[in-house]
């Protein structure tokens, strides 16, 4: 059987943690929100813990010239076997505890990837992962919306009409070079998984929310998956100084929705918990664009797609959950 570590609610900013396991050593870009997120996560998880990092901007940064911000026990894994290693981790943890080789406790097990090591070349091992409900552990994918790590290349994640090395800004007759919409990693993870007992976002705009969805995740037993967004200022060329008022920013405009899935339930998180019941109106997305340098080529036609898009998302009946899974579903085959 395995051991589910107790982690109690977070109630507010004053109630954080304040020990630290994820300190000064690391290399991040200034103003990383990636390294923000993970000290968070870092905090909330404690040091009873093991956490997996595979390739990518979070394991180059923390691994420079023998030195490393981790006080808890970390380890690098390849590109894409971030599922592996977290499955690997917590199959080795219960088989010592059944073996009496090791105190039965709740350890957690966190695996870390971005977005290239996740939702792209990782995404058949964190899938498996998702179906073995005997291990506990957490698949946590931090999306910068790009290779980061390698200079800022196109990945499944970054949205329509970037400009990144691979797709630079075009000229008048090709303007945009990337034309593929944002794929939806969280939504997949959902309706794919449905024995997957949490699957969530978060952001960290907002820490507190970020913190009780790591603690929900590890304390619920079995494998689960969060989705965090990560502003890059490298990437989405920015002041650094800026990096949790865009995080901010895309959560208020429904280009990021912030939910959890509890056993199939659906709850939204504030901001999107306001938009989704009309209690609050979302910003413009051109508000968050035109921060971003990555967008500077952007016309009021390119705008205007993007706006039309994120509309459809919170307006129309595609989607049947904003944010989350967009599918129709005729009244009538629901019974109604």
């Not at 990337?178 to 794919?192: D, E, F, L, Q, Y």
Request: hydrophobic share 35%; with cysteine.
């Amino acid at each position: 059987m395995t051991v589910v570590p107790e982690l109690e609610r977070i109630r507010g900013v004053k109630a954080a943690p304040w020990a630290e396991y994820y300190t000064s050593g690391h290399r991040t870009c200034q103003g990383c929100d990636s390294a923000i997120g993970i000290r968070y996560i870092a905090k909330a998880i404690g040091p009873r813990s093991i956490v997996t990092g595979s390739t990518g901007c979070m394991y180059v940064a923390n691994t420079s010239y023998y030195c490393t911000p981790w006080v808890i026990p970390w380890m690098h894994t390849q590109l894409g076997s971030s599922g592996s290693a977290a499955l690997g981790n917590a199959a080795g943890i219960k088989a010592q505890m059944r073996k009496g080789k090791i105190k039965k406790e709740g350890i957690n097990i966190v695996s870390i990837c971005g977005d290239g090591g996740g939702a792209d070349m990782g995404l058949s091992a964190i899938s498996a992962t998702l179906t073995w409900p005997d291990y506990n552990c957490l698949i946590l994918m931090y999306d910068n919306e790009s290779y980061a790590n390698t200079d800022v290349q196109v990945s499944g994640t970054t949205p329509f009409g970037a400009a990144t090395t691979f797709s630079p800004t075009g000229g008048k007759v090709v303007p945009i070079l990337h034309k593929r919409w944002k794929k939806n990693m969280p939504g997949m993870i959902a309706a794919g998984h449905p024995d997957c007992r949490y699957v969530a976002t978060a952001c960290t705009a907002y820490p507190i929310d970020l913190m009780n969805k790591v603690r929900k995740a590890l304390s619920i037993g079995g494998p689960t998956f969060i989705n965090t967004l990560n502003p890059c200022p490298k990437g989405w060329d920015f002041d650094p100084k800026f990096s949790r008022e865009l995080a901010e920013l895309a959560c208020k405009t429904g280009m990021w929705a912030l939910w959890e899935m509890i056993d199939g339930k659906l709850t939204y998180s504030p901001p999107t918990a306001a938009i989704a019941r009309k209690q609050a109106k979302r910003l413009p997305v051109r508000d968050y664009l035109k921060r971003q340098g990555r967008f500077h080529h952007f016309t009021d036609k390119e705008y205007d797609y993007v706006q039309k898009r994120i509309d459809e998302v919170w307006d129309s009946q595609k989607w049947s959950i904003p944010g989350v899974l967009p599918f129709y579903v005729e009244p009538s085959e629901l019974g109604k």
